[in-house]
């Protein structure tokens, strides 16, 4: 037998379980809003019905009774009807366009919330025009699900009901006839209904792609002009977009494959009405406006009867959308709220690691079983080759991520059985990659801390060497940063984010290459801040520039997730090992009188 898709009340786990579910989670709420919006679709839907009926009784007047008067009155009754109609129309469209607005607002606070909730590892995995695409066609396609229910059963429904009661009124044996091309036409619309899902999905991947690509094109205009991938890029997003035209050209053919058995079996049954009726007024001596009145409910039920016969469809198209969203804000949080365990409460702000290891992926050991100690008030750096696994150790000091084994402590408390929101709150970081948000350079800086004046701002940004270049912006501290801060220079980004650390006066500071973007000069005079910033506070500092730490407390030379050595500058000069070399090879780079043939 051949395999028929199957409705979508059929399967107790699939499409009939989302929709349930998302009638009782999400409609539900507004039950008395939909209440209301049903009781003026059924009255929009009796004056469709009692429009059909008076033409019939305006018909009978005119050609049979050949009562003007009784004309006028049921012509004024007409525009009664249909004054009620579109004010009942007007009035449950707008209901339920508030209650789909509220829904999809609703869903996306949902989505990002439970975005908010995951960790580094989740996002490292996906790419971010996913969730872009997630938070519009999905939370879109819940409201689209929820609309097509509503009005199937609202409108199209009741206006079916009372357009059949008028046809069976005037004629129940012609009624009868008409419906006759419902089974071959719900029996065809079944057969769609797969081959929709699948379509349906493709058409949501490839509206995802095509935003990855012009979102990937935009962030990267620097690197696209500057290695010519104009074209590249152009030839990525005509892949892109051929596939979701060529998907939704299929989406066309198939989702309308009923248009044209429908019309010619909705043509036959109106054509033999015609007949019949034709027959029993000049044969049988029916009156003239029985058959007119049978034959307007008759056209006017076709259309509410035909969205009926596609709602199936219809559903599993948008149901697709739906699932996408659904899927994140069902999965377990990576990074759930924690907010119920004890705060952290420091006193010497000391930092330790216990024999901490560190995966990203089974098999691949980042840290192998580190041990040290920040100790309070002091500055510790961490300096090696890239991919030792020194910017990790901030990671987990900020619990971005889960140690793997051993533990991470501040003044004898594991930070993994305190909140992150505590956590973070007493922790200052600036990362080798700068992001500033949309806004401007005083809301970028204020983000550093809750409730900052601008006293603490102009502060903060006189002692991250910021205060004079933002002045000199005609808006001064008002001047839009754009996307990424893409308005300012590399150096000015940096001592923005400075700026924002420095406002948050924490008392454990983490910085990752902080002054690398800035030029000699603007280094020196960030140094200077930095070490006020660092002054009686615990400080974990990392450099690839090694002048800049020279002052340092303890400096551990990080190699292949472990530390090699460790001590200060002068003692691991002398005893000529792994920092040493670093320091000389990066006096040669730096001495223009070096040979360009020494040894490295």
Known sequence: MADIPRKITDDP?????????????????YWRRYLIAFALMAVSAGTTAGA???????????????????????????????LVKGVTTYGHTVILSQISNAILANNQRRLFAKLMNESIGFFSERHSSEFLARLTAGANSVTQVLSLLINAVGRDLLSLIALVGVMLMQDPYMALFGFL???????????????????????????????????????????????????????????????????????????????????????????????YGGYRVVAMG??????????????????PAKRLARLNIELNSSLIG???????????????????????????????????????????????????????????ALVGPSGGGKSTVLALLLRLYEVSEGDITIDGQSIGQISRRSLRQQTAYVGQDVY????????????????????????????????????????????????????????????????????????????????AALDSESEKSVQEAIEHLCRDRTTIVIAHRLHTIMHADAILVVEGGEIVERGRHDDLLRRGGRYASFFKLQHREASPLAPLDAPA
């Not at 509206?207 to 979102?215: F, K, L, R, S």
């Not at 029916?286 to 259309?303: C, D, I, K, M, R």
């Open 13 to 29: 786990t699939g499409a009939w379980a989302l929709i349930r579910r998302l009638v009782t989670e999400q409609a539900a709420t």
């Open 52 to 82: 059909a009926y008076m033409l019939g009784e305006v018909i009978n007047q005119a050609y049979v009774d050949k009562d003007i008067n009784r004309i006028a009155l049921y012509s004024g009754v007409v525009v009664l009807i249909f």
């Open 181 to 275: 091309i419902a089974p071959p036409a719900m029996l065809m619309l079944r057969k769609l209904v797969k081959r929709i899902k699948g379509l349906a999905r493709n058409q949501f991947t490839g509206t995802a792609d095509i935003m990855e690509t012009m979102q990937e094109s935009l962030q990267g205009i620097r690197t696209v002009k500057a290695f010519n991938l104009e074209h590249t890029m152009q030839e990525r997003m005509e892949a892109s977009i051929t596939a979701v035209e060529r998907n939704a050209n299929k989406m066309a053919r198939v989702s309308n494959r009923s248009s044209p058995l429908m019309e010619t079996l909705g043509g036959f049954a109106i054509a033999g009405s015609l007949l």
């Open 286 to 303: 029916a009156t003239p406006g029985q058959f007119f009145s049978f034959v307007t409910a008759f056209l006017l039920a076709y259309e």
């Open 322 to 380: 739906a699932r996408m969203l659904l899927e994140i804000v069902d999965s377990p949080a990576s990074e759930p709220n924690d907010d119920a365990k004890p705060a952290l409460l420091l006193s010497d702000a000391r930092v330790e690691l216990h024999d901490v290891s560190f995966r990203y992926r089974p098999n691949e050991l980042v840290l192998n079983r580190m041990n040290f100690v920040a100790e309070p008030g002091k500055v510790t």
């Open 436 to 515: 500033l948000f949309r806004g401007t350079i005083q809301e970028n800086i204020a983000f550093g801390k809750v409730g900052a004046t601008e006293a603490d701002i102009v502060s903060a940004a006189k002692a991250a060497c910021a205060h004079d270049f933002i002045m000199g912006f005609p808006l001064g501290y008002a001047t839009p940063v754009g996307e990424h801060g893409a308005q300012l220079s590399g150096g000015q980004r940096q001592r923005v984010a400075i700026a924002r650390a420095l406002v948050k006066n924490a008392p454990v500071i983490l910085l990752d290459e902080a002054t």
